[in-house]
């Protein structure tokens, strides 16, 4: 018998690249990867400056483990790249919890999750 759990959740995986998931370009040095993330919480904070009245961003990215196999794993450096409306934002990968850069974000290892902050905001 198949394990309705672990379907259920390629499942879920499925529907949430093609219907709940936004282009992000994902570099590491000069290597970019183009992936389909599920942009999860967020959370604005006071960044302290005033140019612009730019306020931080820190949210959640989720994305197929698989989506950056030419890059190994999330680590120190990464940016995630997002345009939506002609504005373009860049935010660098935080560690998730004070050491790792990523956690699984499913129970079966097929999703991950990133942490990253708002680093510049432009037109």
């Given amino acids: 018998m198949a394990n309705?759990?672990?379907?259920?959740?390629?499942w879920l995986d499925a529907q949430l690249v093609d219907h709940?998931?936004?282009?992000?370009?994902y570099s590491r040095g000069?290597?970019?990867?183009?992936?389909?993330?599920?942009i999860g919480?967020?959370?604005p904070y006071d960044a302290g400056v005033e140019e612009n009245s730019l306020y931080g961003f820190e949210m959640r990215l989720t994305f197929?483990?698989?989506?950056?196999?030419?890059?190994?794993l999330p680590q120190r450096g990464d940016?995630?790249?997002?345009?939506?409306g002609g504005v373009t934002s860049r935010y660098d990968v935080l560690p998730i919890d004070g050491e790792r850069w990523w956690?699984?974000?499913d129970a079966f290892g097929n999703r991950i999750e990133v942490l990253v902050k708002l680093a510049e905001r432009t037109t």
Avoid at 64 to 72: K, N
Wanted: net charge positive; glycine share 6%.
């Fill in 4 to 10: 309705l759990l672990q379907s259920g959740m390629a």
């Fill in 20 to 25: 709940a998931s936004s282009a992000v370009a």
């Fill in 30 to 38: 000069a290597s970019t990867v183009g992936i389909a993330a599920t």
């Fill in 41 to 43: 919480r967020h959370k």
């Fill in 64 to 72: 197929r483990r698989d989506a950056l196999a030419s890059l190994g």
């Fill in 79 to 84: 940016v995630a790249t997002i345009t939506v």
């Fill in 103 to 105: 956690r699984d974000s």
